[in-house]
């Protein structure tokens, strides 16, 4: 990815970071998921978050998004 798309993500990322804390919760990663045109149910959500909160804080940064990111293009 280049530095553009890097940019495109993260202002996309930062869209949804409505606490601009560098990070998602559930319910801004589940507004994310909405904006993408997925309408998915709250277990198949929190499957999702789980997966891509690979520190398993329960928060979603920019590099678990981008590593989810990547493996989905």
């Excluded at 277990?43 to 978050?49: D, I, P």
Aim: charged residues 30%; glycine residues 6%.
């Amino acid at each position: 990815m280049n530095e553009q798309e890097n940019e495109t993500m993260r202002a996309y990322f930062n869209g949804f970071d409505s606490k601009k804390n560098g990070v998602l919760d559930f319910s801004e990663f589940s507004a994310l998921v909405k904006d993408i045109g997925f309408n998915l149910d709250h277990a198949r959500l929190q499957e999702g978050f789980n997966k891509i909160d690979t520190d398993h804080n329960n928060l979603i940064d920019f590099a678990e998004f981008m590593a989810w990111w990547g493996e989905n293009k």
